[in-house]
């Protein structure tokens, strides 16, 4: 559109295809482009200047054996410290937490998010109360989310034991209750999210299919596995593949509530604690590498296995 | 169409939802009212209520300090941020260019990215650069890790702007820098107000760079102090005096939440789902 509006004068060869086959850009097009590139670099250059770098710094780092506290005695070694970690029977423990949280908390997750969806999208009387308080888990501050949680099953301040009965159950000082409290914790936490997802997906679904299945006897299992979820895939996918990532990377909820002690350390955690606290930036930056490789393939095996389309999370 | 027995049947699931979201809210509430002995009573509400808490935390420096940083810190990113992803989102939107795809897909790449796995490498960056425990040295990763979101959500919003007013902007002599600023903002005033909520939700609620990254009060936000009010001595009980402060910084967002409930919901949707 834009390609037709080179001023006079300076046109005279630019219109047309040049030897190469390529369409030659006009001059307003070739400022739209520049323009781009302009309004675009900002954004890029500050994303990257976070992410790519120090990334690199990291791989760079990994090579090495290299603790921030003695600088000195900073050493190649090569992909010893990947070694190391590979063979660390702890990476392995935490390889474990990890997926395990990320596996049971999403599966919850996308349950009772879909059970918040359908309620929010058929109640009529409190809608708009609803909606506003699914919003409060999704905005409040993931520690202090975490630090209520811990008071409640705790055992001296906890209202949990006494409510149900439980005495004096110590849920922190299990590697499988831990646990269950922190997935409850992040299941609070981020449903809403999965569910307003999935309440966009909801909202796609045409209700005259929906009549249609009716009409044609179909119970409400059937219309929900035969229309509803099939008609809102693309959300189904995208909600997935958002909170995979997410729970994967969990670290505010472990921390506060065990710190990572009886075997709830997870990666990241394990990460954080290499490099900030013991400052191993060697040995730190091959458990990053490790850690951001993971969510690559993550991310690579759901787009690839779901088929999900990828301009769609993209949002081009 | 809608009998009033579904109705009443909805009703009292949405009434669920109201005490799935509201209970630990509720709970860190009536915990930062309970006193003394009271703070083991292993009830859910306090035999006497009183404000001791509060006002234990506002004599608190790493409190009180923590939360100007957050204030501080989270309003610059939110704005510096903001303003880079209008800018980005505009020429994604409506311009023509090449490596447009290459963008969207940096951002999604940063989405999705563990950060932990950047905080060691940062720490050595930023001491090096003189910014570990400043504010800047937090506002730099966070505008980082909000942009992808505000791009989304703007970009989705800066599309179903009418061309047609840019262009009788521009065929009325308008550059399209001013098509850009006198037509285009005005109308995406809301999208740019959306992403911002968005954005400030991420800094104020993040931990791992505000624990790594800083060292002092001079820098640390709140998230990062409530972890250090633990074992600290100078509180005989740190439970109560963190509920209170967890519920200090809550109110904000409960605000935002309670008077911008619609844009939030059309920010976190409009990436996911196209109309």
Redesign the interface.
Known sequence: M?TLTAPPGTGDTGRGVRASGHPRLSER?R???R???Y??A???I??????A???G??VY?SLYSYR?TDPAAKEFVGLRNYGVVLTDSLWWQDVFTTVFITVVTVAIELVIGFA?AT??H????????????????????????A???Q??F?L????V???FGLGDKAWFSDRWSALAVIILAEV?KTT??IS??L???L??VPEELQEAAKVDGATAWQRLWRVTIPNMK??IL??L??RT??A??I??TI??MTGGAEKTES??IL??R???TRTE?GL??AV??L??LS?VLI?AAIIRGFNVD?G????? | MNSLRSRVGWGLAGLAILVYTLLPVAWIVSLSFKQGDDINNKKFLPSHWSLDNYRTVFDTNLFTSALRNSIGISLIATTVSVILATVAAYAIARLQFRGKRLVLSAALAIAIFPTVALVGPLFDMWRSLGIYDTWIGLIIPYMSFTLPLSIWVLSAFFREIPWEMEQAAQVDGATPWQAFRKVIVPLAAPGVFTAAILTFFFAWNDFVFGISLTATNNARPVPAALAFFTGESFFQQPTAAISAASVIVTIPVIALVLIFQRRIVAGLTSGAVKG
């Open positions: 834009t097009a400022d739209e482009q323009l781009g590139w309004l675009v900002p954004a890029v500050v994303m990257l200047a976070v992410t770098y120090p990334l710094r990291a780092l921030l918040i309620v929010m058929r109640i009529i009387f409190g809608r708009r109360t609803v909606r506003t308080a699914i919003l409060i888990p999704y905005g409040i501050i993931t520690v202090v989310a630090f209520a949680w008071y409640a705790a001296d301040s906890g209202f034991n006494e409510w609070w809403p999210f307003l997802l309440l966009a997906g909202a796609q693309g959300a995208v909600a593949l958002f990532l997410d994967f990377r670290f505010d921390f506060i990666l990241s990460a954080f290499q490099t900030i930036l730190g930056g990053s590498v850690l951001f969510v991310a990828l769609q999370v993209r949002g081009d």
